[in-house]
């Protein structure tokens, strides 16, 4: 886990964090699926770079046509190739065409993160509370509202879900997963689909530099005894087997000590005050401080009014 900072944001729509996050008798956040994320580069990885180096292809041949040899290529492997395997033991297909196989199995190689964003979820937080596209894209047009959260208190919650809490790291490339033959070979070959926790964090917390604004955090967990699925889907799709479209949804409880305070949308509607101070009480949190987010009359800035506690249907700044 990256070092923390003390307190982390989510931006939420009024009507998410009213209806469904206090909403409930057990307050719930939602976690995301990276499949629906609107970043189309987001959790991705890079076996490109293998695929291109001089030798790459025949090195994958050779280390395959000695394992065909020796009858060393798993039954969970690929049928085609089980099948060119038996070929070329008994002298049908010659060893040449071994290169048109290996060009083959690079096809599916990132497969390995359209499977796992399947079954892992994200919640995205981020240290940046003043950012004017932030508010835009997450918050309704400032209309919603930034959950000010202690992401120790959280981290302590959800410890036997979550893998892994770590600070996105931006860049220019996708990152690289597979490191040389070998390692290709046991993911593509003997669907080898654990990978260290280093490798997936890689792929669930890099992006790409333009998104370095938001400055996030991200919250990853993996769906229980999920393994036999992951293994399955995987091979189905080197065998050319389509995934189904359904996306797993999850909803988190999370404790409601974790949160610090709340910042409202410059364009927060005042009709929606009343909901949100009912929702609030309800959770014991009309002690929490709500202050609102005013823009700059000189400049593209955005400020924090003072704090204030609910008090008699007031929320300060609104």
């Not at 917390?205 to 889907?233: L, M, Y």
Request: glycine share 4%.
């Amino acid at each position: 886990m990256s070092e923390l900072p003390s307190l982390l944001w989510k931006f939420v729509k009024t009507d998410t964090l009213i209806k469904h996050i206090l909403g409930e008798s057990v307050p719930a956040m939602r976690w995301s699926s990276p499949i629906e994320f609107n970043d189309p580069f987001d959790c991705q990885t890079d076996a490109s770079h293998l695929r291109q180096q001089v030798g790459f292809k025949e090195a994958l041949a050779e280390l395959m046509f000695k394992k065909m040899m020796c009858d060393d290529i798993p039954e969970t492997a690929p049928k085609e190739l089980l099948e060119f395997g038996i070929g070329i033991r008994n002298g049908s297909v010659e060893r040449i065409h071994l290169i048109q196989m290996v060009e083959t199995l690079c096809t599916p190689a990132h497969s390995r993160q359209q499977v796992l964003a399947r079954y892992y979820r994200i919640l995205c937080l981020t240290e940046e509370l003043f950012s004017i596209p932030m508010w835009s894209y997450y918050a309704e047009n400032h209309t919603g509202v930034a959950i000010e959260l202690d992401p120790l208190i959280l981290a302590d919650h959800w410890l036997k879900s979550f893998r892994f809490l770590h600070k996105v790291t931006y860049a220019a490339n996708v990152p690289v997963l597979y490191s040389n033959v070998l390692s290709f070979y046991n993911i593509i070959v003997e669907n080898e689909s654990q990978l260290s926790i280093h490798e997936i964090q890689k792929i669930f917390t890099t992006k790409s530099a333009s998104w370095g604004h938001e400055k996030e955090w991200r919250f990853v967990f993996i769906k229980d005894d999920c393994e036999n699925e992951i293994d399955n889907d995987f091979r189905n799709l080197v065998d050319g087997i389509p995934l189904s479209d359904s996306v797993l949804i999850e909803d988190l409880s999370f404790p409601v000590d974790a949160i610090k305070g709340f910042v409202l949308g410059c364009r927060f509607p005042q009709k929606k005050v009343a909901m949100l101070e009912s929702a609030l009480i309800k959770q014991n949190l009309g002690h929490v401080k709500v202050r609102r987010m005013l823009r700059s009359p000189s400049a593209y800035l955005l400020k924090v009014d003072r704090p204030a506690a609910i008090k008699s249907s007031r929320i300060d700044g609104v």
